[in-house]
């Protein structure tokens, strides 16, 4: 008797660890969702950087960290990747 009752306790605690993960995404409870409507907020980031990738050894990174090179529209991770050049495979 004593094992059920444990069982049972275990069972609860189960679904309401699964119930607290995932909430919002239930679609059998339309009633949680009127209660606050869950606006995801835009991802509200600056201007999305530009990324360039490093005409040497084709590295990404964003354009404010870029080395420009001697060409426009060339960029390069590192001074020494600069200086090495592009690599064109
Ligand atoms: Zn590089």
Not at 25 to 50: H, L, R, Y
Not at 71 to 87: I, K, L, M, N, Q
Request: proline share 10%; glycine share 8%.
């Amino acid at each position: 008797m004593m094992k059920w009752l444990l069982l049972a306790v275990v069972v609860v605690a189960v679904l309401w660890w699964l119930g607290r993960g995932r909430r919002g995404t239930g679609a059998a409870s339309p009633s949680s969702d009127a209660a606050g409507p869950a606006q995801k907020p835009a991802a509200k980031t600056a201007a999305p950087e530009p990324m360039v990738d490093c005409a040497h050894c084709g590295m990404l990174l964003p354009q404010a960290d870029a080395l420009s090179g001697p060409v426009a529209d060339e960029h390069y991770c590192s001074e020494p990747h600069r200086r090495a050049g592009p690599r064109k495979t």
